[in-house]
């Protein structure tokens, strides 16, 4: 789950998110998704399921994630995959 000091931010990716894939992709490759710490300098990082699920957002929807995190002002971004839970 996301970091409570970071919910409003991961809901306005969210919402810039779900207005430019269709519904079945946001919910599923984005909805699995978790922000998990924000990181000098304004780098958003992510969690993923699974190393098959971050190479794919990657592949797919790095130029999306980009306009994402600049549409809420953060620069960049990074992917990062966990096994345990979050």
Known sequence: ETPAELQPLWRDLLAYL???????????WFEPLVLV???????????APNTAHADWVEECYDR???QACQAVGYSSYRLTVHNEEV
Do not use: G
């Open 18 to 28: 779900e207005t430019r894939v269709r519904p079945a992709s946001f919910q599923a």
């Open 37 to 47: 710490a924000v990181e000098e300098p304004d780098i958003l990082c992510l969690w």
């Open 64 to 66: 999306l994630l980009t």
